[in-house]
């Protein structure tokens, strides 16, 4: 069984940055693929980055490319989620997603891909 622990959320100005992150338990950290994904009211959950095992491979929604980034420490069992510039429409729950696999280099992009999710972290953006 995995856990996983969102924490960093809060409310920022736009234009502002924030940095969530994801503390993993319960089994070896190394071969989770790791993903975020976000969830507006009255929204479907949607993908925001993802970060391969190894952390070698990063993917990212074409919304948050050049703003966000996605990293892990695997020495902390931890996974950031590093927001810059960010916009009203960031606004969301941010949710971390874990899915252990045999291979450490694969990035998952869908929700169905993954099969532990944290409990969300909120995220408001003013204007």
């Known amino acids: 069984q995995v856990q996983l622990v969102e924490s960093g959320g809060g409310l920022v100005q736009a234009g502002g940055s924030l940095r969530v992150s994801c503390a993993a338990s319960?089994?070896?950290?190394?071969?989770?693929?790791m993903g975020w994904f976000r969830q507006a009211p009255g929204k479907e959950r949607e993908f925001v980055a993802a970060i391969s095992g190894s952390g070698g491979s990063t993917f990212y929604a074409d919304s948050v490319k050049e703003r966000f980034t996605i990293s892990r420490d695997n020495a902390k069992n931890t996974v950031y989620l590093q927001m810059n510039s960010l916009k009203p429409e960031d606004t969301a729950e941010y949710y971390c997603a874990a899915r252990i696999l045999d291979s450490s280099g694969a990035v998952l992009t869908t929700t169905r891909e993954y099969n532990y999710w944290g409990q969300g972290t909120q995220v408001t953006v003013s204007s």
């Open positions: 319960g089994r070896p950290f190394t071969p989770y693929a």
